[in-house]
């Protein structure tokens, strides 16, 4: 064992010269981006803050700086007067972006988040990006951490790469391992990572969960979304069986279904035994519990999100929520009318490798009622304007507090009086009067 160590130890470069070569200040790393230059961070916990803020800082000396990113988290220079130097193009509008895109001083691109690999390769410039990871380990290499999605193809296609190595971001398994050799400049940065905490479930969050879990068999494959359904959900699936995850991202309530048990993709199609995902938002325990952890892969999103590869995995289940529904079954998950709010995300992505998988269920969640029960999201037809995300061919179950309307192989006529069913009881018949207008029932 002793002459294999040293054979080993002989083998193995030591990166540490590279590593302080490369080493530097966030404004030295801001300072390689000029004007004219496109630039593209990753999503959430992902995002590299201090070069984002040194960037912010500079941003009077450049003129025409593209930022290209899926959900923005630091504000810097979300501000009008930042427009002629750094214009933003959001993938997925964020709250911290929201009102930027509202207002056109930034813009937003459609797209499939299983395609913005390809787009970036096919469409879209990157001269300069930038990536929070994991130390450096001994053979060179760091993590993408908590968001791999985009980050490696961005990294491929830049002129330049800058990273931003935090102790606190987990060491992860997987696709998703980049070496100093392909790095420009590195930060170090030591501040705590972006944590999203964990809301109070509500009675009508934990009455949707509810009605989900019942149809969710033991062996299922999940996806969830983010917010209060999702945890109601997962809250209500801890005394399953043999349940595996295959998702997008990876939440604090899906640490709990892997430290109980009910999580261990014992009966998983493909990557058996491994959680899969492709980034990660929640609190420090999400995070610790990912570091090092063999049971969980990060993947690229065009793996992940591939329709085909979801659809591999036998009871593949995607629970994801929506903003209105119209009684054809189309759902409205990205706008409020022309407004736009957030971006079509994974949830076509994986409604359709639902409909793939043997045994696949997809499940579209929304409250009843919006602005204190004063308006129906269960709607006639959708507003003028509104981006449909999951249309009336993909639509499996909807889901509200009142139950469950399976609409996937049903008429128009059966969709509609299903849907009345699971609205709110104050808007039924007003549902009905309309829907026998429009000559449906």
């Given at each position: 064992m002793q002459n294999i160590a040293v054979n080993l130890e002989r083998l193995t470069p030591d990166y540490s010269n590279l590593y302080q070569q490369k080493l530097c200040s966030p404004a030295v790393a801001a300072a390689a981006v000029k004007s004219g230059d496109h630039l593209c961070f990753p999503i959430c916990a992902g995002e590299p803050t201090l070069l984002v803020q040194a960037l912010a800082e500079r941003m009077h000396q450049l003129e025409?700086?593209?930022?290209?990113?899926?959900?923005?988290?630091?504000?810097?220079?979300?501000?009008?007067e930042a427009r002629p130097h750094i214009r933003v193009n959001s993938w997925f509008t964020s709250g911290v972006s929201r009102k930027a895109v509202q207002e056109g001083w930034a813009d937003f691109v459609p797209n499939y988040f299983h395609e913005v690999p390809k787009l970036l390769r096919e469409y879209w410039p990157v001269d300069v990006a930038g990536t929070v990871v994991s130390p450096m380990d001994e053979h060179g290499y760091f993590t993408c951490s908590l968001s791999v999605a985009y980050t490696m193809e961005a990294i491929k296609k830049a002129k330049k790469v800058i990273v931003q190595v935090n102790p606190n971001a987990p060491r992860t398994h997987g696709n998703c391992h980049i070496h100093i050799s392909q790095v420009d400049h590195v930060i170090e940065c030591a501040e705590p990572l972006v944590e999203l905490a964990i809301p109070p479930i509500s009675a009508i969050e934990e009455a949707i969960g509810g009605y989900i879990?019942?149809?969710?068999?033991?062996?299922?494959?999940l996806q969830l979304g983010i917010g209060g359904i999702p945890n109601a959900v997962c809250k209500a699936l801890l005394r399953k069986k043999d349940l595996g995850i295959h998702t997008e991202m990876i939440t604090d309530g899906m640490v709990d279904l892997m430290a109980s048990g009910a999580v261990n993709n014992s009966r998983?199609?493909?990557?058996?035994?491994?959680?899969?995902g492709t980034f990660a938002l929640g609190t420090?325990?999400?995070?610790?519990?990912?570091?090092?952890n063999p049971m969980i892969e990060m993947h690229p999103v065009d793996y992940t999100n591939d329709p085909y590869v979801i659809g591999q995995n036998d009871k593949l289940v995607s629970i994801n929520a929506t903003i209105e529904v119209d009684l054809l079954g189309q759902c409205a998950s990205e706008s409020i009318g022309t407004t736009p709010w957030s971006g079509t995300g994974g949830q076509a992505d994986f409604v359709r490798g639902a409909n793939i998988s043997k045994g696949g269920k997809s499940f579209i969640t929304l409250a009843s009622t919006a602005k204190g029960g004063t308006i129906s999201k269960i709607v006639p037809t959708l507003?003028?304007?509104a981006a449909v995300t999951t249309n009336k061919n993909d639509v499996d179950h909807v889901v509200t507090e009142f139950g469950v309307a399976k609409l996937r192989g049903k008429t128009a006529r059966d969709r509609a009086l299903a849907l009345i069913e699971i609205a709110h009881p104050d808007f039924r018949e007003q549902l009905r009067a309309e829907a026998r207008k429009m000559n449906r029932i």
């Open positions: 025409g700086v593209v930022v290209n990113q899926q959900h923005h988290l630091n504000p810097a220079y979300f501000k009008p879990a019942e149809l969710i068999e033991d062996g299922s494959t998983k199609t493909i990557h058996r035994g491994k959680t899969v420090r325990r999400l995070y610790e519990f990912m570091n090092e507003q003028a304007g």
